[in-house]
């Protein structure tokens, strides 16, 4: 059973399988009826981005300009908080996602994250960073710019181009073909020595995988509701 489900209850206006629910932070995330699958916690969407993505991977790197991938852009959560990071510290962000299978325009203004982190100024400026070009680099402010990629994770083929790595996959139960020993040497090759991955997956399988496929692995501690998540690092 993945680590995300727990029987949502599927709000009536379902589109292309897909429906926006309400965590219990208050923010929204899109169920998936076909794969069973939530994009985020049940607990709490933001709740669960800030502390997986954003207080264990990006407050655990000092690369600046920090280069995050992200596997599995979806609603671009993690995206927006990060960018919001972005701007807070004045760090640098260069930030590319993967996503194969981009939400659509309705779905992602149906969610309204910008109005969940009280921040309505960004709403236009977020609808078109995830509405961009496939490929094209956006400067979305000063210290972030943004790419998107429909490259699934399985043909990644980068090299020492990332300092932060956010594997936002479906759960292995769901989509066991994200979480092999060749997609996690993928990963480890994409990412620069030092550099780390971060997921709310906190399986010992996962965690083996990881392992043999070069990173050196922790458990921290997971988002409410979660006793652990898995942090990887690569050896400098
Ligand atoms: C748990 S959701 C990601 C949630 C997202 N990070 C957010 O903040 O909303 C998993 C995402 O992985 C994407 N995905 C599915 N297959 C993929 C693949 N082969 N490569 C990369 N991403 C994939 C899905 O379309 C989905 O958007």
Known sequence: MSERRSAPPASPETTLGLSVLRTRDGSCTVYDHKLDERYHSVHGAVQESFHVFIRMGLEATAAIPLRVLEVGLGTG????????????????????????????LALLVEMDHTAALELPERSGPFLELMTLKEGAIAQASATFNFQVLATPVQ??????????????????ATQPGMWTLDVFQRMFNALAPGGILVTYCAKGAVRRTMQAAGFITERVPGPVGKKEMLRARKPD
């Not at 995206?79 to 939400?103: K, S």
């Not at 980068?158 to 300092?163: K, P």
């Open 155 to 172: 043909e990644f083929d980068r090299s020492a181009a990332y300092d932060l790595i956010y594997f936002d996959a479906f759960g292995p």
């Open 77 to 104: 959560l993690n995206m927006l908080l990060t960018w919001v990071e972005a701007d807070l510290t004045g760090r640098n962000v260069a930030y590319t996602a993967l996503e194969p299978f981009p939400l659509s």
